[in-house]
């Protein structure tokens, strides 16, 4: 039996199938600005790209921002319980979670068998987010793919002291009118974003085992400043972006 999750976020929207308990499939496209074309675009692209028939599909559980404009799925559910699911599936002996999307981040606990014990989530501030990485490289005019491995090189990291993005975007925009070398602010950049979500992994009280999911786990720079700042291994499943449809996916499938 076929199983699908549709995850619509604030900036893409991905697509799971999982079948005979393994990811067979998954896709990820821009969100835009119609959440339910989103959903069935990208769920109609994963049965073509995997040569699936929609009437295969048994269960569907839709998750994110945006799982209520899912029309077609036969349930909702939140984005913590799904990647939750979804790093759970992939690797059983994780513990803790570190998603760190477009628009939030999010510290999640589980427990032994996979279910959420605890979480932290940062929804109302951009800081320590995809969005905040975003801004910076737009005021370094630095492409956004190689933000991460030019903070690797930074050997003297510049402090960022405001936890604002407008804020932090104006104290950047000052480093470089000081002439400070844009590696050591792209490094201080990722030292900042760090900071804030050790926060949110504090509160969590997460402990390791630990994967990073989300879009910005691509990022070895983000990855490598939360280990300095956590003083632990974080491990990155194959499909870090994925992980909430695949988790969604799994949760279709006890339906």
């Not at 104006?170 to 470089?176: A, D, F, L, Q, Y």
């Not at 990722?190 to 630990?210: K, M």
Request: proline share 3%; with cysteine.
């Amino acid at each position: 039996m076929i199983f699908a999750g549709i995850d619509i976020g604030s900036i893409t929207a991905k697509a799971a199938l999982i079948k005979d308990n393994r990811v067979v499939a998954t896709r990820v496209i821009p969100t835009g600005y119609n959440h339910s074309a989103a959903g069935e675009k990208v769920f109609q692209q994963i049965l073509r790209d995997s040569g699936i028939d929609r009437k295969e599909i048994q269960a569907v559980v839709a998750t994110g921002y945006g799982r209520a404009s899912v029309e077609f799925a036969d349930k909702a559910m939140t984005e913590i319980i799904c990647h939750g699911a979804g790093a759970y599936f992939l690797d059983p002996g994780v513990r803790g979670i570190i998603d760190v999307g477009g628009q939030d981040s999010k510290a999640i606990l589980l427990d032994g068998e996979g279910h959420v014990q605890d979480f932290a989530m940062n929804d109302k501030c951009a800081a320590g987010t995809g969005r905040f990485l975003e801004v910076m490289a737009q005021a370094l005019e630095v492409p956004l793919k190689e933000l991460g491995e030019l903070s690797l090189t930074g050997k003297e990291p510049v402090k960022i002291s405001s936890v604002c993005t407008v804020f932090a975007e104006s104290e950047v925009i000052s480093m470089i009118a000081r002439q400070k070398k844009r590696e050591n602010i792209i490094s201080g950049i990722h030292a900042s974003a760090a900071a804030r979500i050790a926060s949110l992994v504090s509160r969590a009280g997460i402990r390791p085992p630990v994967v990073m999911t989300g879009g910005v786990a691509r990022n070895q720079g983000m990855v490598k400043a939360l280990e300095d700042r956590l003083g632990w291994d974080i491990a990155i499943n194959p499909f870090p972006q994925e992980n909430g449809a695949i988790g969604a996916a799994v949760l279709a499938s006890r339906l």
